[in-house]
């Protein structure tokens, strides 16, 4: 004969049971009267972990780089106009700086509205200096080469390092930091390779003390970069801000 | 013969926006030169900042706050995600899930944000015994209601994700499960919804009230 326990399970079962019948009927109704839209995009894989990040940002910017130079030797063999040329560039861009902010922030199911919102001026700057160069071509389409153009055009594919670094920071390390890796506040600009390396010093209660240290990355230096190397920072986290390994290198 | 004329401010392209201007700044657009819509409200912020708020003189009940939750994490999703979403529980006891709609099968969880520290999480719970349940439950000792507690949570949990799977057969199409927790302002007037893949026994808002899961700042 069953025990109490034994008996208890099979009274919850059935009632599981009937729950589950009762929610599916109402399930297939609404799936037969509202219906369900058809997924029209293919799910993004990762996350992606710290060691991995500067690899997928080195082999995101080669696919830029090859798009960019293809599109430029379109453009001076006259396939595509300079309206066709800026159209698919600011796409590629787009395409771009977000893969790399997708993967500062370790995988795209990692970002979040806002950070999307914290990308937007980031993009607008990017649009507005592809409009100048636009002109520029336009300007001066007798005289220009095939190998400034590319050369120029290459020079969108550093800037994305910004985008990736920002959302390593967050919101509060943007705050907190004196300057980012790639921010403009550096003579090498967007060419910029180094980083922030941060360690963990202590826990207090539900704050952590993180050293935040300014190392030179693999590159010619500028002065300031020079001047700015081992320059360390401390600040006090809140234990519910996500701590990045570090920032920037891109 | 009377001829009727009819004006209709607001139409497209009328430049009528109903406002009537900043005095010293810059000029309205309605008519009377007063404005017919009030100013924007301020953004209020979120509810939840981190910690416990003062309780309310009028508190919600259980229910209240339940129904409350639920018609907002609604809202939510359906602000969201863009689909019509609807109630999935009405008159079940231990429903496998609360709402759902095109993608997506939810479970709802709410809180209030006056609860104290050792309250600050969203908890899967049991649900009310039934009949049967109850009267054998009376026979048991603590250590057996706690075992058999400890199942039903597990049971419940496991039947959560079957319920989903079997969805996603109903639907030809992969139905993925959620949990929508919000943290309510103490009078219920507010409240935060935050969007957590998946269905967990116990979710701290330290760890889950947080920017990788917000939606947004819904009234009541």
């Not at chain 1, 696919?63 to 066709?84: K, P, V, Y």
């Amino acid at each position: 004969m069953p025990d109490v326990m034994t008996k208890a399970r099979e009274a919850v079962t059935k009632e599981l049971d009937k729950a589950e019948e009762t929610v599916l009927k109402r399930w297939e109704k609404h799936v037969n009267t509202v219906g369900i839209k058809k997924k029209e995009f293919v799910e993004k894989q990762l996350p992606i972990n710290e060691d991995d990040k500067l690899k997928l940002f080195e082999l995101r910017r080669s696919m830029f780089f090859d798009t960019s130079d293809q599109l430029a030797e379109q453009l001076f063999t006259g396939d595509i106009t300079i309206g066709e040329w800026q159209e698919q560039f600011k796409d590629q861009l787009r395409q771009y700086y977000s893969s790399s902010a997708a993967i500062g922030k370790g995988g795209w199911d990692e970002m979040t509205w806002a950070d999307w919102g914290r990308l937007g001026p980031e993009m607008q700057k990017q649009y507005k200096y592809l409009q100048g160069f636009a002109e520029h071509i336009s300007d001066n389409r007798e005289d220009i080469t095939l190998k400034y153009i590319k050369a120029r055009a290459r020079l969108y594919g550093e800037g994305a390092g910004f985008s990736a670094a920002l959302m390593e920071a967050g919101t509060v390390f943007e705050a907190l930091l004196p300057w980012l890796p790639k921010d403009g506040s550096t003579e090498c600009l967007n060419r910029c390779h180094c980083r922030w390396v941060h360690t963990i010093l202590r826990t207090e209660g539900q704050w952590v003390f993180v050293r935040s240290v300014w190392r030179l990355g693999e590159a010619d230096h500028c002065p300031t970069c020079i001047e700015r190397d081992g320059y360390t920072v401390t600040n006090r986290i809140h234990e519910r801000v996500e701590i990045p390994g570090g920032i920037g290198g891109y | 013969m009377t001829v009727k004329l009819i004006f209709r401010k607001g139409g497209p392209g009328s430049g009528h926006h109903g406002h009537g201007g900043l005095k010293g700044v810059h000029g309205g657009s309605s008519d009377s030169g007063k404005g017919t819509s009030k100013a924007p409200a301020k953004p209020k912020g979120r509810v939840w900042t981190g910690t416990q708020q003062e309780k309310a003189k009028k508190r919600l009940s259980k229910l209240a706050t339940g129904e409350l939750g639920e018609r907002l994490a609604m809202k939510a999703a359906e602000e969201k995600i863009g689909a019509p979403f609807a109630t999935f529980n009405t008159d079940i006891n231990n429903s496998p899930i609360d709402i759902a709609g095109d993608h997506h099968a939810i479970e709802v969880k709410t809180g209030l944000a006056s609860n104290g520290k050792s309250a600050q999480h969203w908890r899967a719970t049991i649900g009310e015994p039934g009949k049967a349940e109850k009267e054998l439950l009376k026979q048991m000792d603590s250590k057996q209601k706690r075992a058999h507690n400890t199942w039903k949570r597990q049971e419940i949990l496991k039947r959560k994700n079957d319920a989903v799977k079997e969805m996603s057969r109903i639907a030809g199409e992969e139905i993925k499960g959620a949990t929508i927790g919000l943290i309510l302002s103490p009078d219920g007037s507010r409240a935060d919804v935050y969007l957590i893949p998946g269905f967990h026994q116990r979710m701290a808002w330290n760890k889950y009230a947080t920017d990788k899961y917000y939606v947004g700042t819904y009234d009541a």
